[in-house]
Every structure is written in structure tokens, then in C-alpha cells.
């Protein structure tokens, strides 16, 4: 997984009234937790959080007062109407220890189902996955032409990288292809 790098800022206080006079810096708070370390609180630039997320990435280094925090997203807490992110949870990982998230599905082509009038049904757009960082993709695109009517591409057909193992059943159904109805 491609690691996101950027510059913060450690805070002192915590508290929600700092949290606000972050933000209207156009900053936002982030934790970092985990990894037998004690919590560690950082403001990062909110504009170039908010490129990276819109990138796709996941993993994120900060560096901070001559350190450097590297932790992939568990929680973005958005405002009430979901327009932008006022507090983020990264969890510290490992480079030789296997973490559990999620690998996103990307489809390529369309499947022989669909031009003859099927409908495509992605069941999972994120499959849950365990592996170390360094292996771990941020998408994974699978070629769907030759998915036929009433077919489907289940956990076990998914070709993983090495090293990452896909935590589906493998009889799980991941994009399927249905049939007209009363045609």
C-alpha cells in the first residue's frame, strides 16, 4: 500500500474548543494510537488531507517534530451534513506484522450479462483482507467480459497479491450477474 506523506504540527490540548480553533486554521486533528506507544495528537493541512482521501490512500505518514507517525485511517468523523472531516483515528502499523483492512474492488470491461440486458451487482466494493503493509494493495481491479448471465465471480476466483489473504469465504459471491426478469 502507497504510503501518503505529510507535514503536522503536535497539540498540546485536546479539548474541543483547540479542536475548533484548528479547524478554522484549516487544520484538522488526527490521533494517532496503537502500536504499544503512547497516543500521539497532531494537526495536519485539511486541504491536503482531504487530496489524499479523495486519492484513495489509506496509509498516511506525518511527520512531526523531527518524528514521523505512520498509521493507516480507521475513522474519519465528518460535520453533521458530511462536508468535511473534523477529527481523523490513525492506527500505528507495522512493516513486519500483518494488519487486517480492506482492499477495494475495481471492475474493468463489461461483462457478457450485461450487454445482453443482465444487471451487474457488486456485493462487496471493499473485501476484507490480512497482510503485512508492504504487500497490501489499495485496489484491486478484476476483468469482468467474460462474466456470463446468472454468473458470478466469487472470493475464491480473486487473484490477491502474494502475501495477502482474503478473508471471505471462498463460495462467497464478490460481483454477480443477473438475469432479465420476465423476459
Known amino acids: 500500500m502507497d504510503k501518503f506523506v505529510m507535514e503536522g504540527t ?12 484548528l479547524r478554522a486554521e ?6 494517532v494510537y496503537g502500536g504499544g506507544k503512547p497516543n500521539s495528537s497532531v494537526a495536519v493541512d485539511a486541504k491536503a488531507f482531504y487530496k489524499a482521501l479523495e486519492n484513495h ?12 507517525e505512520a498509521g493507516i485511517v480507521k475513522e474519519v468523523q465528518y460535520d453533521l451534513y458530511g462536508d468535511s472531516a473534523i477529527h481523523v483515528d490513525l492506527a500505528r502499523v507495522s512493516d513486519d506484522k500483518p494488519i487486517t483492512t480492506t482492499m477495494r474492488l475495481l471492475t474493468a470491461g ?3 450479462g450485461v450487454a445482453g440486458g443482465g ?5 462487496y466494493r471493499h473485501v476484507p483482507v490480512r497482510g503485512k503493509i ?3 494493495k489499495a ?15 466469487r472470493a475464491r476466483d480473486l487473484q490477491m497479491p502474494e502475501g495477502v489473504e482474503c478473508l471471505l469465504s471462498d463460495g462467497t459471491p464478490v460481483i454477480i450477474c443477473h438475469g432479465r426478469r420476465g423476459g
Open 10 to 21: 503536535s497539540r498540546d490540548s485536546t479539548n474541543s474548543r483547540a479542536a475548533r480553533r
Open 26 to 31: 484549516g487544520m484538522i486533528p488526527v490521533n
Open 57 to 68: 490512500h489509506r496509509y498516511f505518514e506525518i511527520k512531526c517534530d523531527g518524528a514521523s
Open 110 to 112: 463489461m461483462a457478457r
Open 119 to 123: 444487471i451487474l451487482d457488486m456485493a
Open 134 to 136: 508492504g504487500d497490501l
Open 139 to 153: 485496489s484491486m481491479t478484476i476483468n469482468i467480459e467474460s462474466l456470463g448471465t446468472n454468473q458470478s465471480i
